[in-house]
Each structure stands twice: as structure tokens, then as C-alpha cells.
């Protein structure tokens, strides 16, 4: 960001104070490569590929929230009706979705959760960024004996 400052001072000073062309043309060099860097990461992080990237991390997240949804019930006595309520309860609990997070801001960011009964189900809509298809990603359940906890994986369509 630096650059692009330096670079519309350098293009000031050499129209305005020195008149010189090479002053401007470093300016310009400057202000552009700003801008092809800030685009470069602008294209990415909405890209197909960093959706890809960042999908480790939102599985790890999700299990992280199973934790904090099931020490919510051990407190309230049931689970949350939704995961602002959760986030209400503990501000330390991450329930914006870091896929869907950078595409559609922070309003509509969240995991799908919805409580069923004495149950619930949670999810990430995946690289799609849809809902309820082949690449939605779930909570790594594989260490943790599943009928101890709400937890259900079905989908409610």
C-alpha cells in the first residue's frame, strides 16, 4: 500500500516541483505495481482455488465448534437454536466459515447449523459455496464415538 502513496507523491513532486520524467515514470512504476499486487490478491482470495486452499482449515474449525456447541447444552441444557446464540454464549467460538466469509462478508458467512430436537447438524456449503451438494464439508468425526454428542451429519433438505 506504501507503494501507491510513494508512487502519486513521486508523480506530484515530478509534475508539480521538478518537472523531471523520470521522477514521474518511477511514480507510475510504483503506483502500478501497487495496483497489479493488491488485483493479484483481490483475484485470489475470491478465487476457486483458495476456496480449495482454505478448506482444511474450515473443517478444523467446525470439529473446534462441535466442542463449544456441546459445552453450550452442558450449560443450558440444550443446544443452541442458532450459532449467533452460540457466539452470544462464548465470543471466542468461530462460527463464520472462512469460505464462504471472504465472498459474501460477514453477513452471510456462517456455517450451516440447525438444531433437530435433542439434535444437530453442522456443515460448510464447500468450494461451490452451495449448500446440500457433493462438496460440502463436515466436522472430522472419525476419533469421537458420535452417539455421545447431538451431532448428526444428516442434511435436512
Given at each position: 500500500?506504501?507503494?501507491?502513496?510513494?508512487?502519486?507523491?513521486?508523480?506530484?513532486?515530478?509534475?508539480?516541483?521538478?518537472?523531471?520524467?523520470?521522477?514521474?515514470?518511477?511514480?507510475?512504476?510504483?503506483?502500478?505495481?501497487?495496483?497489479?499486487?493488491?488485483?493479484?490478491?483481490?483475484?485470489?482470495?475470491?478465487?476457486?482455488?483458495?476456496?480449495?486452499?482454505?478448506?482444511?482449515?474450515?473443517?478444523?474449525?467446525?470439529?473446534?465448534?462441535?466442542?463449544?456447541?456441546?459445552?453450550?447444552?452442558?450449560?443450558?441444557?440444550?443446544y443452541p437454536e442458532t450459532l449467533e446464540q452460540l457466539w452470544a454464549f462464548d465470543n471466542f467460538a468461530e462460527i463464520n466459515d472462512p469460505i464462504m466469509h471472504v465472498s459474501h462478508g460477514p453477513n452471510g458467512s456462517k456455517y450451516y447449523y440447525t438444531r433437530i430436537g435433542d439434535k444437530y447438524t453442522l456443515f460448510?456449503?464447500?468450494?461451490?459455496?452451495?449448500?446440500?451438494?457433493?462438496?460440502?464439508?463436515?466436522?472430522?468425526?472419525?476419533?469421537?464415538?458420535?452417539?455421545?454428542?447431538?451431532?448428526?451429519?444428516?442434511?435436512?433438505?
Amino acid at each position: 500500500m506504501v507503494g501507491g502513496f510513494v508512487g502519486i507523491g513521486l508523480i506530484a513532486l515530478g509534475i508539480f516541483k521538478y518537472r523531471d520524467r523520470k521522477l514521474i515514470l518511477i511514480g507510475v512504476t510504483a503506483l502500478m505495481f501497487t495496483v497489479v499486487v493488491y488485483g493479484s490478491i483481490f483475484l485470489y482470495v475470491n478465487s476457486v482455488q483458495f476456496r480449495k486452499d482454505v478448506s482444511p482449515m474450515s473443517q478444523q474449525m467446525e470439529t473446534s465448534l462441535i466442542s463449544k456447541i456441546e459445552f453450550y447444552k452442558s450449560q443450558k441444557g440444550q443446544y443452541p437454536e442458532t450459532l449467533e446464540q452460540l457466539w452470544a454464549f462464548d465470543n471466542f467460538a468461530e462460527i463464520n466459515d472462512p469460505i464462504m466469509h471472504v465472498s459474501h462478508g460477514p453477513n452471510g458467512s456462517k456455517y450451516y447449523y440447525t438444531r433437530i430436537g435433542d439434535k444437530y447438524t453442522l456443515f460448510s456449503a464447500g468450494v461451490d459455496m452451495t449448500p446440500i451438494t457433493a462438496d460440502d464439508i463436515f466436522p472430522l468425526m472419525k476419533d469421537l464415538d458420535t452417539s455421545k454428542i447431538g451431532y448428526i451429519r444428516e442434511i435436512q433438505h
